[in-house]
């Protein structure tokens, strides 16, 4: 009995002066893996116009069914894309997101990806459901892809 009870303090005095695992989140946060997948974000081009045409390929290749979009055609005077259409509605419902990346590997335009951002909290089943604006915003203008010609856009006060 006064062995077990000796060898427990000992594990106890053990783990007293080792470094803890844990940081004083938010004031000091871990530095994360290079591979960290966390909320997603979409890109647009230096131009501010949208990287995604709303292909889909990215809805097809998820597992767990949690992207949801409907595709409008760009015209001259409302441009949001470079391609001939654009999403008009783009979500993802986060309650059903699993991190694993699949959309951004299947985006031919290098437009969704993950960040390294962590989800907040939510208090609302609703506020799981990320419109198209919410992840633009945390998307960030990216170069396009070398070699792939682009005609620049037609001026219009329409670019979201
Ligand atoms: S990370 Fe995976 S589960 Fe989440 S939206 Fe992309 S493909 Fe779907
Ligand atoms: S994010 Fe990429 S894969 Fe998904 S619809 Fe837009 S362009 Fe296509």
């Known amino acids: 009995?006064?062995?077990?009870?000796?060898?427990?303090?000992?594990i106890t005095l053990k783990?007293?002066?080792?470094?803890?695992?844990?940081?004083?989140?938010?004031?000091?946060?871990?530095?994360?893996p290079d591979r960290y997948r966390a909320i997603h974000g979409l890109r647009r081009y230096e131009d501010g116009l949208e990287r995604c045409v709303c292909c889909g390929l990215c809805a097809v290749a998820c597992p767990a069914d949690a992207i949801y979009m409907e595709?409008?055609?760009n015209t001259e005077t409302d441009r949001h894309s470079h391609g001939e259409r654009y999403a008009?509605?783009?979500?993802?419902?986060?309650?059903?997101?699993?991190?694993?990346g699949f959309c951004e590997e299947a985006c031919p335009e290098d437009a969704i990806y993950l960040?390294?951002?962590t989800l907040g909290v939510v208090t609302?089943?609703?506020?799981?459901?990320?419109?198209?604006?919410?992840?633009?915003?945390?998307?960030?203008?990216?170069?396009?892809?070398?070699?792939?010609?682009?005609d620049p856009p037609p001026k219009t006060e329409n670019v979201h």
């Open 88 to 100: 008009m509605r783009y979500q993802i419902h986060m309650y059903r997101c699993i991190f694993c």
């Open 124 to 150: 609302d089943r609703n506020q799981m459901v990320w419109d198209k604006e919410s992840i633009l915003k945390h998307g960030q203008i990216f170069p396009k892809k070398p070699g792939v010609p682009v």
């Open 71 to 73: 595709a409008a055609e």
């Open 15 to 32: 783990h007293l002066f080792r470094k803890p695992s844990t940081v004083q989140y938010p004031d000091e946060k871990l530095k994360l």
């Open 1 to 10: 009995m006064i062995t077990e009870i000796m060898q427990g303090l000992g």
């Open 115 to 117: 960040t390294k951002d």
